[in-house]
């Protein structure tokens, strides 16, 4: 696996992420400032290193398809991938605080999450620019120590997140099947988010420690920011299933409670409280609605003798 084969799937999750994006502008959610200019921050950020990853494969392939030493230097988009992937992190890892500290209130905890993100963010940061200082591709394992206390740390992050986001969302179920399908559909997401972007992690640094010369660990390395924008707007565009089996008031309520929508935090006992109530009261209403309709089919002849 080569420059093309990085390139090409970092461009096809592109192309997957991009869909995610157009689907939440058009879906027009109400949702807080914050979290709009998050979306639009990774909207950039992904265009940029994907096209930044597609001039790279044209620097190596064809403008310099007749001069293979050229592969002995680093272009500029090398050593922005660590930079790019650790913007890209960052703001996954504050965004999924925010929801637990939202969903718990526990200012500890949420201080711990943003205590272990500003590290890792500076470690995936200073690999970038220490990888475009040595520019060499046959130096980069002078940064090793480096790469794997950044990838280390992220994928530390990833794991505390979606283990404690899981066991949180996990404490709301209620017992019943309507209800707990909606909190289990919630927690798929929040484990996505971990699991996906530590797969890729781990590729990275161990094919970056086996293979440290070539451009192997591109293959998990690139597309790593695609991964976290993935699983990050999967958790957004999930509320579109959840409107539907849920009445516009426990809607309204579970938005708030996850930090999605303009208002002041809810008290997290009453989330599932509320999702419950709410999916019950849908699931009456529909049953009162169809023995109405019977009624009345019955009075004019329609119904069953």
């Keep these: 696996m080569g420059l093309y084969d990085e390139t090409l799937v970092n461009t096809y999750l592109y192309g997957v992420v991009s869909y995610q994006f157009a689907a939440y502008y058009q879906a027009n959610f109400n949702d807080r400032l914050p979290v709009k200019c998050m979306v639009l921050f990774l909207v950039f950020l992904d265009t940029f290193h ?14 310099n398809y007749a001069n293979p030493a050229a592969l002995q230097y680093a272009a500029w988009p090398y050593p922005f991938t660590p930079i790019g992937t650790a913007a890209a992190a960052f703001v996954t890892h504050i965004f999924l605080g925010d929801r637990i500290y ?4 526990n200012k500890v905890l949420y201080g711990i999450i943003v205590m272990m993100a500003l590290p890792t963010f500076g470690l995936g940061i200073a690999c970038g620019i220490k990888a475009w200082i040595i520019h060499v591709i046959a130096d980069m394992p002078q940064i090793n120590n480096l790469a794997t206390a950044w ?3 992220q994928m530390t992050v990833d794991i505390f997140i979606t283990g404690t986001l ?5 404490r709301a179920k209620t017992g019943w099947p309507a209800t707990d399908s909606i909190v289990r559909r919630l927690i798929r997401g929040a484990v996505q988010t971990g699991l996906f972007a530590s797969i890729f992690s781990l590729g990275d640094l161990i094919s970056f420690l086996a293979l440290p010369t070539t451009n192997f660990y591109g293959m998990f390395a690139i597309p790593i920011g695609r991964i976290y924008s993935n699983t990050l707007m999967d958790t957004l565009l999930v509320r579109e299933k959840l409107k539907s089996q849920m009445t516009s008031s426990a809607f309204e309520r579970t938005s ?3 930090g999605w929508v303009p208002g002041p935090p809810t008290n997290p ?30 009075v004019i002849g329609l119904g069953p003798a």
Excluded: C, P
Excluded at 50 to 63: D, E, G, K, N
Excluded at 166 to 170: E, K, R
């Design 50 to 63: 994907s096209m930044a990853a597609i001039y790279m494969a044209w620097v190596y392939m064809v403008t």
């Design 102 to 105: 939202r969903l718990t209130h």
């Design 151 to 153: 990838l280390a740390m």
């Design 166 to 170: 899981s066991i949180v969302l996990a």
């Design 256 to 258: 708030r409670v996850m």
């Design 269 to 298: 006992g009453l989330a599932a409280t509320s999702i419950h109530l709410g999916v019950h009261r849908g699931l009456q209403d529909s049953a009162d609605v169809a023995s109405l309709d019977g009624e009345r089919k019955n």
